[in-house]
Antibody
Framework: QVQLEQSGGEVKKSGASVKVSCQASGYTFDDYAIAWVRQAPGQGLEYMGWISIYNGNTKYVQKFQGRVTMTTDTSTDTAYMELRSLRSDDTAIYFC????????????WGLGTLVTVSS | SYVLTQPPSVSVAPGQTARITCGGDDIGSYSVHWYQQKSGQAPVLVVYDDTKRPSGIPERFSGSNSGNTASLTISRVEAGDEADFYCQVWDSVSDDFVFGPGTLVTVL
């Protein structure tokens, strides 16, 4: 069965960086993209961008350009999302999700990783 | 970027029908996806490409999309359907996915 297993929660200081991992299993990793979505406490879902596993192409939402990097390690079927220069409003649950195309939606999600940024 | 609107909340009695709307400029020309997120859980895709249901999603969940409004309809609502629901589209101008603000469905 398809699973996306995310790394554990993190507590970071303002200005630091965080790197969240998402290990996929149960499907051919290269056939899909991995999207990253975050959710601040009590707020809605916010799309951050995605990475095509097949060719490594990335597309980041403009808001995060320059602060986020999405990568993959195809030897371990793992995707990573690094966010730099953390601020208190980056405190959120970060989800990875599997996607394929604009008409398919995100059909499987990780359980989420809570990142807490303190000053 | 493309903006989606949703009512903040919808209340429905058990056994009745809930309809959640998602508004956007000419949204009928977009492919709309819907997610259910129960408290403390990850979102679950319940409808994709306007009307399609992933395997395992009950037929009680159905979608439609026309003009400036897309809708998710939940028939024969059960207590376990209580959740936040989000619509999503891919905006070709920004080349990004966009989520609506979410609708809380409360089962009375």
């Amino acid at each position: 069965q398809v699973q996306l297993e995310q790394s554990g929660g993190e507590v970071k200081k303002s200005g630091a960086s965080v790197k969240v991992s998402c290990q996929a299993s149960g499907y051919t990793f290269d056939d899909y993209a991995i999207a990253w979505v975050r959710q601040a406490p009590g707020q809605g879902l916010e799309y951050m961008g995605w990475i095509s596993i097949y060719n490594g192409n990335t597309k980041y939402v403009q808001k995060f350009q320059g602060r986020v990097t999405m990568t993959t390690d195809t030897s371990t079927d793992t995707a990573y999302m690094e966010l730099r220069s953390l601020r208190s409003d980056d405190t959120a649950i970060y989800f990875c999700a599997r996607g394929r195309s604009s008409t398919a939606g995100f059909d499987y999600w990780g359980l989420g990783t809570l990142v807490t940024v303190s000053s | 970027s493309y903006v989606l609107t949703q009512p903040p909340s919808v209340s429905v009695a058990p056994g009745q029908t809930a309809r959640i709307t998602c508004g956007g400029d000419d949204i009928g020309s977009y492919s709309v996806h819907w997610y259910q997120q129960k408290s403390g859980q990850a979102p679950v895709l319940v409808v994709y490409d306007d009307t399609k249901r992933p395997s395992g999603i009950p037929e009680r969940f159905s979608g439609s999309n026309s003009g400036n409004t897309a809708s998710l309809t939940i028939s024969r609502v059960e207590a376990g359907d209580e959740a936040d629901f989000y619509c999503q589209v891919w905006d070709s101008v920004s080349d990004d996915f966009v989520f609506g603000p979410g609708t809380l469905v409360t089962v009375l």
